[in-house]
């Protein structure tokens, strides 16, 4: 059923950075000086400190962070570049290795009090649960992927993949109802 939920262009648009909207770009990309102070310890060039910045205000914004960070809209990038002093060209060179940006991800979380959610983890069954609650009230996997998005996102846990996340959704809607 996740195969047939979204077509392979849904796919790549759930996985990568949406057009954002001036209230998006208000809220989510004005970083606070402590946000600039956390990305900015001696040693870490402008590259980085600019690359990490976009990940710290995408992930409350979309629950997660696309792999390739140097997408994001060029309106958000131009902000805080320009609240740390930073060419936004810089980005285009950021997380070349993915190790870097899964690192800073990583630091990003920890700093925003987010958590992951590998399989098996705590996170991942209380989101089967939440699913398999809501597919007793809704039969549409389309409603269930964006409540299970929102599910995430207020529990303040970096969505799984598109794809992982569309399979644990197929899953409780194909259930029998009890």
Known sequence: MSEKMFSEEQLAQLRSFPEISADELIRYFTPTSADVAFVSPGGRGPVDRLG??????????????????????????????????????????????EQTRSDHLGQVAKYLEWQSAPAGSQAMKELEQFLLDRAMEHDSPTLLFNLAREYLMAAKVIRPGALILAKMVARPARAPPI
């Open 52 to 97: 990490m910045l976009v990940q710290l205000c995408t992930l409350p914004w979309l629950g997660f962070v696309p792999d390739d960070v140097a997408s994001a809209p060029s309106a958000a990038v131009a902000r805080v570049a320009e609240r740390l002093g930073v060419a936004p060209a810089a980005l285009r060179l950021y997380g070349k290795r």
